[in-house]
């Protein structure tokens, strides 16, 4: 899971990084720029945040940006991975950015590639050799060979294009205004960039945008079913980003609401406080105090220079840095009734660790409302949900994940109100209901059941920033 850029008309590369930067949260284990000049390409990259990599003080034509989130690579330890690791590439007459995971990249080449982003620009070069230079013909057979999600921003020749695959899993939107058109993951990069959005690229549908501001869109695939990653709305996206029409503000603050009606249905204490975990689920807990009438208090702090994250394999680091991320107002805890309010549960370090360290300064109940519905299956699609036996719903009931955060009660949302909060349909909940949308992703589901949940691990990236 990433994100990913694409600028049309002369722009600044430090303007092109400033808009990565609201990328950012989508994934800081590295990023790179790339720019194209009289078809001469350059590309720059940086492990961890936009914000280190090195660009000249000048305008390009066509400027590319990835952010990379690892999901099922592992992670840039040192600046000689990013050659291999990160994006965009360039290959043949190709350049490209993408964000998702392409499940099958092993069963179409026999070469190892540190990430998916170079397989798909290998494959996209091939195909358009193969097809007479047709960009709509090479992504016809990228289609029918890939599988997985796949949201791309390219450059070919004079051209940026833009694509979506069929099923729309990943975001991708793109505006223009005067000579500039921007493609991007959010919707928030286009507001920075004083572009006003135009919409969604739909699922299936191809964009080339040439130098003249002539925009060309071609459908290369329709697909009956659209499968948007519920996740971007719950935990992965910008609030302030639109998303298939719907604010993600809006969405958490909807889930929110959800479920301040559950707990009003479970007849408990009332709380003295709604209490977000920083950031994710602000929305939600001002929803649920508006509903509960309880007062939000901010007692649970973030501590923000924790400095760069790594792979934390082990339980004993996971708990270390589970300590060393939050801070507390001690005062304002003793002797009162909390309702704690995150986007998801994981594996449940998170949830126990602040369970214990509110009762550890007094506090009387903690409740435990979690905007997600119990993730019990992993993703391949391209966010990090480790593999499915470290994700504690999947072999424990609610009440056993209460009794491990220790919660006096816990609240979890239903799949039911996830889908209204969103407003579509459409979703991909593969990783709450294990129903895989596409052939590959099931295939590698009845391996893991005929192997048992040994398969490889997930390195799940924990420190995020949201
Ligand atoms: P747990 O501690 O239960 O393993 O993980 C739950 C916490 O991880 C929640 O606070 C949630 O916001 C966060 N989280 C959920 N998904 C992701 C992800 O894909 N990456 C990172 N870094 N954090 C996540
Ligand atoms: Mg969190």
Redo the contacts with the bound molecule.
């Keep these: ?1 990433c994100g990913v850029l694409g600028i049309l008309g002369e722009y600044s590369l430090r303007g092109a990084r400033d808009l990565l930067l609201l990328l950012a949260h989508r994934g800081q284990d590295a990023s790179g720029l790339l720019w194209v000049e009289d078809r001469q390409v350059t590309t720059s990259r940086s492990m961890g945040s936009p914000a280190r990599i090195i660009v000249p003080d000048k305008v390009s034509q066509f400027i590319l940006g990835s952010t990379r ?1 690892p999901t099922t690579g592992r992670r840039v330890t040192s600046e000689e991975d990013l050659e291999t690791f990160v994006g965009p590439f360039h290959r043949g007459r190709v350049s490209l950015t993408h964000n998702g995971n392409v499940t099958n990249v092993k069963v179409l080449s026999s070469k190892r590639y540190d990430c998916d982003t170079e397989f798909l620009a290998e494959r996209l070069s091939n195909n358009i050799n193969s097809n007479d230079g047709s960009l709509q013909k090479a992504f016809k057979d990228l289609e029918s060979e890939i599988d997985g999600a796949f949201s791309v921003v390219g450059v070919l020749d004079d051209k940026l294009f833009a694509y979506r695959d069929s099923r729309g899993f990943k975001p991708l939107v793109f505006g223009r205004s005067g000579d500039t058109t921007i493609v991007a993951s959010e919707s928030t990069v286009l507001d920075m960039a004083g572009v006003p959005m135009e919409r969604d690229v739909y699922p299936g549908e191809l964009l080339i945008f040439d130098t003249g501001g002539v925009m060309e869109s071609y459908s290369i695939l329709q697909n009956a079913l659209h499968t948007h990653c519920f ?1 971007e709305y719950v ?2 996206a910008h609030p302030a980003a639109t998303i298939e029409n719907q604010l993600v503000y809006d969405v958490r603050f909807r889930l929110g609401r959800a479920l301040g009606q559950t707990f009003i249905r479970m007849n408990l204490d009332p709380p003295d406080y709604i209490v977000p ?1 920083p950031d ?2 602000r929305p939600a807990a001002q929803a649920m105090a508006e509903m509960l009438q309880v007062p939000i208090r901010e007692i649970i702090l973030k501590n923000r220079y924790l400095g760069r994250t790594f792979i934390l394999r082990s339980q004993e680091e ?1 708990d270390s840095m ?1 300590s060393n991320k939050y801070i507390y107002l001690d005062g304002k805890i003793k002797g009162k009734n909390i309702l704690v309010v ?10 126990r660790k602040i369970v214990a360290d509110l009762k550890k300064r007094g506090a009387e109940k903690v409740y435990f409302a979690v905007t997600c519905p119990p993730q019990t299956h992993a993703c391949y699609y391209g ?3 480790a593999t499915d036996r470290e994700l ?1 719903a999947s072999t424990s009931s609610i009440q056993e994940i209460a009794d491990f955060v220790q919660a006096d009660a816990l609240i979890y949302q239903e799949t039911s109100t996830l889908e209204n909060a969103i407003g579509i349909k459409d979703l991909c909940l593969a990783c709450l209901d294990g129903k895989y949308p596409t052939e590959h992703a099931r295939k590698i589901r009845d391996k893991v059941q005929e192997l048992g949940t040994t398969h490889n691990e997930r390195d ?5 920033s ?1």
């Design positions: 899971m989130y996740f935990y992965f975990v994710t689920s996971r589970a995150d986007d998801s549960i994981v594996r449940g370090t998170t949830a966010i990090d949900i504690i799940y990236e924990r420190e995020l949201e």
